[in-house]
């Protein structure tokens, strides 16, 4: 799924640290194209690069507000002397091989550990040959300028290669060269194949013609016989005195002087202009921004944080392991229930008929023998007689029954103590006297066998 790209924001300033010379050109997009809102270029003191980032950043301030520029995002046109550039014939490859292959050729060609690089890559094609130019910078100088720009109260989104940037600098059909004449400097591009196939910083003056040889010597031969422009950029004299040095000696025809505002100005506009309409990050040197945890964790993580959270972490997962395993028993008694409820409904009903009907089957006849015990008390005479006889629950009984007087009645109940099973012996009623109605209750406990 693609997600949305960040709107970018609809102005930015465009930079450029050339010697002792600020240029800028603040830029503002409307309807599809840029206009320049304003542009200067401003001396800076010597060796501005090389100040700490506060005294730097406050310099440049001063000469922003100087300038009247309040604008934040700015894209920066690296010093030309500040890249270094590879390039090599690439072999038909996969994509993981050929990032691999890239980092051979990276390791093998610059004088500095990769690692302490950040590489940008352009890529030529002539016929069916390939090649890939890489671009490097310093990672140290670029840190070291991000922060200046920070403490001038900037917000950096791009540092790139402004010179391939300029229009026809690297034309899609045939190859040209240019050469940037500024502050007694030279940088030789080379554009062909549609891409960047050469790129060197050297020292201007009697000596242009001996770089511009060598620029055209580094460049791979299938590249070199496409080239068939020289163009000159920079100030007025100095590209009539580049003229008048190199002559016809290239062998390449030379092209119309291209007018507008100061060279300086030119590259900032072209660093601005490029970052407020592309749409890929070829030629961009700006260092990876870490995510915000990543930034956060060296600043916080403690070693006594970090064991705090790995306890944190730890009871999180045994609480979870707890939880799971609770679940996971829940589930293996509820399968074990599904399976066994059959069995255990019948098991039920079976044991409810066997307590509805478990006295039918008492072997201990508890109700007859309450009764033996009872009646052996009563005289054979018939001189007391029982009418009613009741046991309630397991052991309460009552008894209602005529005596022929109260005398009979007295053996009766005489008997009935000496019995050991009966206890709380109580007359509830007596009525008349002979003959005479009794009742009576008494609880019957079960002699200990």
């Known amino acids: 799924m693609n997600w949305p790209l960040k709107q970018r924001p609809r102005s930015v300033l465009g930079l450029r640290f050339g010697g002792d010379q600020l240029s800028l050109c603040l830029l503002a997009r409307s309807n599809g194209s840029a206009e320049v809102v304003t542009a200067a270029t401003l001396p800076l003191p010597p060796d501005f690069l090389r100040l700490d980032a506060a005294t730097g950043g406050r310099q440049l301030r001063d000469l922003l507000t100087q300038a009247g520029v309040r604008e934040r995002a700015c894209a920066v046109a ?17 994509p993981e091989d050929l990032a691999a292959f890239l980092q051979l050729e990276a390791e093998k060609g610059f004088p500095v550990d990769p690692a302490h690089l950040q590489i940008a890559i352009s890529t030529c094609r002539v ?46 059909a045939t190859g040209r060269v240019t050469i940037a004449l500024a502050e007694e400097r030279a940088t030789f591009l080379a554009g062909a194949g549609g891409g960047v196939a ?41 590209v009539t005195a580049a003229e008048n040095t190199l002559g016809r000696s290239t062998g390449l025809t030379l092209a119309p002087r291209a007018a507008g ?5 030119q590259l900032a506009e072209s660093a601005g202009r490029q ?27 403690s070693r006594r944080l970090r064991l705090a959270g790995g306890i944190v972490a730890t009871v999180l997962v045994a609480t979870l392991g707890a939880f799971g395993w609770l679940e996971y028993r829940r589930w293996s008694l509820g399968s074990e229930w599904s399976a066994m409820k059959a069995q255990v409904d019948d098991l039920s009903a079976i044991q409810s008929l066997i307590r509805d009907y ?17 009646t052996t008390a009563f005289p054979e005479t018939g001189s007391v007689t029982a009418k009613s006889f009741e046991i309630r629950g397991p052991s309460a009984v009552a008894l209602s029954g005529t005596a022929r007087d109260n005398a009979a009645l007295l053996l009766v109940l005489d008997q009935l103590r000496k019995t050991r099973e009966v206890q709380d012996l109580k007359v509830e009623q007596i009525r008349g006297k002979t003959p005479l109605q009794f009742t009576v209750s008494l609880r019957w406990k079960e002699a200990a066998p």
Do not use: M, N
């Not at 690296?78 to 996969?94: F, I, N």
């Not at 040959?129 to 109260?153: I, P």
């Not at 505002?261 to 100005?265: A, D, L, M, T």
């Open 198 to 238: 050469a790129l060197r910083s050297a020292d201007s003056g009697d000596s242009l013609a001996r770089e511009l040889r060598i620029t055209l010597e580094q460049i791979p031969a299938e590249l070199r016989g496409t080239l068939s422009e020289l163009d000159l950029r920079g100030d007025a004299s100095a």
């Open 261 to 265: 505002r100061p060279f300086g100005e």
């Open 127 to 172: 016929g069916d040959a390939t090649f890939v130019t890489q671009l490097a910078a310093r990672r140290e100088q670029l840190d070291a300028l991000a922060a200046l720009l920070v403490a001038a109260g900037l917000k950096p989104v791009s540092f790139t290669a402004a010179l391939p940037t300029l229009s026809g600098a690297v034309p899609t």
């Open 78 to 94: 690296l010093p030309d002397h500040w890249l270094l550039a590879r390039t090599c014939a690439v072999p038909a490859l996969a």
């Open 275 to 301: 970052w407020l309409f592309r749409t890929d990050a070829a030629l961009e040197f700006l260092p990876p921004r870490p995510s915000r945890f990543a930034a956060w964790w060296p600043k916080h993580g």
């Open 358 to 374: 478990r006295p039918w089957y008492d072997t201990s006849f508890h109700s007859l023998s309450i009764l033996r015990g009872v």
